[in-house]
């Protein structure tokens, strides 16, 4: 599994980039609107990305989600948490799942478990982490966002 956070200082902003390295499948997590840089990154490591999340709605800095789903045809998963008024409205022309506490989606090997987590946001989710393909039955590492 490759697990790399790409950080912005300038923001105090983490958007991670973890991919399974057997599948050559990838998943960006709250990335920014440059998404050149996940990308490339992606490529580098020899990996595709094929779906792109978000822990909340982002009104700190323009959210690279739907770019990066434009450019890949990445599946997108969004918090179905929260009530009507913290749905993400952008998400209909895309292939997407609005997630929801207890439910779990694949990205090659690796398992990623959601849990509601509102505090910073009403909708906010973070994502626990197994690493199945490479052994794991246990959350190694959770995406949080700004949770």
């Keep these: 599994m490759l697990f790399r956070l790409i950080y912005d200082e300038d923001l105090a902003q983490g958007a991670y980039l973890i991919g399974c390295q057997k599948t050559g499948e ?7 609107r440059d998404v050149d840089r996940y990308l490339d990154l992606a490529r580098d490591h020899g990996l595709r990305i094929v779906a792109v999340a ?18 890949t045809d990445a599946h997108v998963y969004v918090s179905g948490e929260g009530g009507p008024d ?6 209909g022309r895309y292939e997407a799942t609005e997630v929801r506490d207890g ?4 990205v090659g090997n690796i398992r990623f478990r959601v849990q509601h987590t509102p505090g910073h946001t009403p909708e906010h989710v973070s994502y626990l982490v197994l690493d199945e393909g490479g052994g794991a039955d246990e959350p190694i590492g ?6």
């Design 26 to 32: 990838a998943i960006v997590f709250d990335p920014e």
């Design 103 to 106: 439910d779990e989606f694949t």
């Design 142 to 147: 959770v995406v949080t966002g700004d949770f």
């Design 54 to 71: 978000e822990t909340h709605i982002h009104a700190d800095f323009l959210s690279g989600a739907r770019e990066i789903a434009e450019r």
């Design 86 to 91: 913290w749905r993400s409205k952008w998400i």
